[in-house]
């Protein structure tokens, strides 16, 4: 860095430290504490931000893992459970990253709160999953929801509902951040408040956030002085992470001096998760990579299949004391994503942000484990909630599972058009949802509405290639029948059936 370089980076971080100030001082005496130990993380983030100058990745210097550090989870099960399996579950906290809105499914409110299953919601299954491993193995594995400051109110009076439950819940928040100007890189907001022209002025600062907010809210070492040695971290709406009793079971077998501090669940690739981070070997860690840091001229390599084999799923088991002990040495070091936006008004600003399995490379014997497809079940769209409402997954205890009248594992490709974007219109196109288990591929655009009892199928299962496409243009409406049975076909305009 140049001296003019230098001196201009100081006066960048003297700027953002007095607004930070002035902004502090419109604070409600209540919240001030809270408020300084966000700026606080903000300031060392935006530190570290001004630093980074060019790729934080030298591609020449990326490798593949080595074979044993991701270990197939064939081989983590092969080693069975013990007897007192309740031990290690009694050391065990379930952590679910609860900051994101439904906004993107066209609701209002936290995502956690959407019916996807028998009008049970993401919190509901998360409730019952853990309720029902309490039970059967008499254990206390606790929950704690990271929220953020959009979804913390409402969280917390669903709450109430859970209280005769045999899970104990706990919530903190994740920092409150502020958006930055791109141009004179000060914050937007005028003062503390959210309403009015401060509305777009704050954001929760990615779920890398985990470790600074967890140690700031006391849970952290609450947990730890409980006996608790490990979180199992996942994002709420995946349905297919729940605790895996293998996994943990080889957590708490390894010896003291060789305990595995973190382990990231990954799996096989497809060509819908091109964009996914992957683990690569970097200077002699473990590490994760993600788009946003790849050199442009190295994009395609990285969404390659076969050069890049699995992704991070984001079910992570981390070391409780290993947090501590490296955010009380501030020894983590997450790559820094800079997320520009353009808000309402045209104005364009950026978010600093973290991911929470970027501190891989801090932890000590870190690994990853390769995990089935099903254990990555994620509902952002109003195609994967057609998936997990189907007859294709069974429910029991509120864990998702393939029905095994599915003669095929792999989950049927779903594209559903914009008429079905939100979730109070999907939910007006179907009068039930339709029988999917022999179906492979299904695209459906335009005004199309199913009635009662319909089927999609493929035609030859040996083939496993049973497309069904319905398309109804600008102006055209389809009613598929009640009854209807749709085996490889093409539905068009005036509901003309081609054979495909």
């Known amino acids: 860095m140049t001296e003019f370089q230098e001196k201009l980076r100081a006066q960048h971080e003297l700027s953002l430290v007095n607004e930070l100030e002035t902004l502090l001082s ?81 609701c209002k409110g936290p995502k956690s709160l959407i019916s996807v299953r028998n009008e049970n919601t993401f919190l509901d299954l998360t409730v019952q999953q853990i309720e029902h491993l309490n039970k059967n193995f008499n254990a206390d594995v606790p929950l704690v929801l990271m929220n953020s400051f959009n979804t913390d109110d409402e969280t917390k009076k669903i709450l109430q509902k859970y209280a005769h439950h045999r899970v104990k819940i706990h919530t903190f928040n994740q920092s409150r951040y502020p958006r930055i100007n791109k141009e004179s890189l000060l914050p937007i907001a005028k003062d503390m408040g959210m309403d009015g022209e401060n509305s777009e002025a704050w954001y929760p600062p990615g779920h890398g956030d ?75 860690h473990l590490r994760l990579l993600e788009i946003a840091q790849v050199p442009k001229a190295h994009v395609d390599e ?31 070091d997450l790559e820094i994503i800079v ?22 490379k801090s932890f000590n014997n870190a690994m990853g484990i390769n995990v089935p497809r099903s254990r990555f079940l994620p509902v952002k769209t109003s195609s994967d909630l057609l998936l997990v409402m189907s007859n294709l997954y069974s429910l029991e205890a509120g864990s998702l599972t393939m029905s095994k009248k599915r003669e095929f594992p792999s989950t049927p490709h779903v594209k559903l058009g914009s008429s079905f974007t939100k979730v109070q219109e999907y939910l007006s196109r179907f009068e039930n949802i339709p029988d999917m288990l022999e179906l492979d591929h299904l695209t459906v655009s335009g005004d199309v509405t199913f009635g009662k009892n319909v089927s999609l199928k493929v035609l ?22 009640a009854g209807a049975l749709l085996e490889n076909k093409i539905v068009s305009g005036n509901l003309r059936i081609l054979d495909h």
């Open 302 to 332: 990285f969404k390659s299949v076969t050069k890049f084999k699995i992704f991070n799923t984001n079910n992570l088991w981390i070391s409780l004391p290993a947090i501590k002990r490296l955010h009380d040495r501030n020894a983590m």
């Open 339 to 360: 997320n520009p936006k353009t808000l309402d008004g045209g104005l364009n600003v950026i978010q600093l942000e973290t991911a929470v399995g970027a501190a891989i």
């Open 210 to 284: 985990i470790y600074t907010s967890f140690h700031n809210s006391g849970l952290l070492d609450k947990l730890i002085a409980e006996g608790k040695e490990y979180i199992f971290v996942s994002n709420i709406d995946n349905l297919g992470a729940t605790v895996d009793l293998f996994i943990l079971n080889h957590l708490m077998s390894q010896p003291a001096d060789k305990r595995c501090e973190f382990i990231m669940e990954v799996t096989d690739k497809t060509r819908a998760d091109v964009k996914g981070g992957t683990l690569i070997q970097y200077e002699d």
């Open 26 to 106: 419109t604070a409600k005496p209540a919240e001030v504490e809270i408020f300084k130990k966000d700026f606080e993380g903000f300031r060392r983030l935006f530190h570290r931000f001004l630093q980074v100058k060019g790729p934080a990745i030298d591609w020449a210097k990326i490798n593949r893992p080595p074979e044993e550090s991701i270990q197939p989870y064939d081989r983590i099960k092969a080693k069975g459970l013990p007897d007192n399996i309740t031990t290690s579950l009694n050391k065990l906290v379930v952590v679910k990253l609860n900051g994101g809105l439904g906004t993107s499914m066209g």
């Open 460 to 481: 030859n299962l040996v083939q496993n290639k049973g497309t069904v496409i319905i398309i109804a243009n600008h102006g055209d409406r389809i009613d598929i029948p």
